[in-house]
């Protein structure tokens, strides 16, 4: 009997810990789920914030890599990725390996603070990261809620994990080009604001107004409620279906002004509503509008 007791048991604790785990692996998480599983050591909360934001508090056990690592800049392009070799030592810096579940933590003050937390997202799945999430609010609504914080530097040791780069997530200017006005086999989503889309007003990194002929828009800010929650699932797929429709096989292809914004949307579509061929355009408008040859449409509205 005893013997029943002990197997019995074990099963049990197994598919306990088996449920723990488990609920931990939703891309938008809960401050709830992750206080839950907060000594998990599979479990890398990243924090994005700056520097000095995180030595003044943070989330136990978390570790400071700021946005600016995860994405290159120059002249004449505000975010790109970084080299590879250079992405899979950040990768490496985190302690990670083929089993991590990593948690991005940001703020959520402004728009640009909230496509930081989907922007190092789609990096960390464009380097071979599968388990990832971002925390529901954020930093915020950590805070707001009163949970634990910590001022003691978290260290995690280096790894030797090697990236399986993940190609698919990441559409070149060529794509984009195969893709002009064959809205029936893909779509090309233009996450900038209305303004931009219809070529009223231009961003000062772009060149020229105007969209990628073929393109629909689909805000970015839409992805976002108050104080930086996720909308809801329902919310999310009724504005995808709207624009793109609902089958989840469509090669799309999400674009904005600098390839960070879109960001909010390739998370949506494909890590909450489970779209399977979502790309995003890393040139972005920048690169696409710095070629006078690349079309485009859609005269400034008098």
């Known amino acids: 009997m005893k013997k029943y007791f002990w197997f019995f048991a074990s099963v049990i604790g197994y598919i306990l810990s088996v449920a723990v785990q488990s609920a931990a692996y939703e891309p938008v998480l809960s ?83 909230r496509v930081n937390a989907t922007r190092v997202a789609w990096t960390l799945r464009y380097a071979g990261i599968r388990n990832l999430s971002i925390l529901d609010g954020g930093f915020n609504k950590w805070v707001k809620e009163g949970r634990p914080l910590s001022k003691k530097v978290s260290k995690r040791t280096k790894s030797d994990f090697r990236c399986g780069w993940n190609e698919s997530v990441l559409a070149l200017k060529k794509d984009v080009v195969a893709s002009c006005g064959c809205a029936g086999r893909g779509a090309i989503l233009d996450t900038r604001p209305e303004a931009q889309f219809t070529g009223r007003i231009v961003c000062p990194s772009v060149k020229r107004k105007g969209r990628i002929p073929g393109a629909v828009n689909l805000p970015y800010s839409l992805v976002h409620g108050k104080e930086g929650i996720f909308e809801s699932r329902g919310t999310l797929q009724a504005l995808a279906s709207q624009k793109i429709g609902d089958d989840r096989d469509r090669t799309i292809i999400v674009v904005c002004s600098n390839g960070q914004f879109a960001s909010a949307w390739w998370f949506a579509l494909s890590e909450i509503l489970g779209y399977g061929n979502v790309k995003i355009y890393d040139g972005a408008m920048e690169e696409w509008c710095c070629d006078q040859a690349a079309p485009l449409e859609g005269a400034p509205v008098q």
């Open 31 to 113: 401050t709830g789920r992750l206080q839950e599983n907060i000594n998990n050591r599979s479990l890398i909360i990243l924090d994005i914030r700056k520097v000095e934001e995180y030595r003044e508090g943070h989330i136990p056990g978390s570790i400071s890599l700021t946005f600016t690592a995860w994405r290159t800049a120059d002249a004449d392009m505000g975010c790109q990725l970084p080299m590879k070799d250079e992405l899979e030592d950040k990768v490496c810096s985190m302690g990670a390996d083929a089993d991590s579940h990593v948690v991005i933590v940001g703020k959520t003050d402004r728009d640009e603070d």
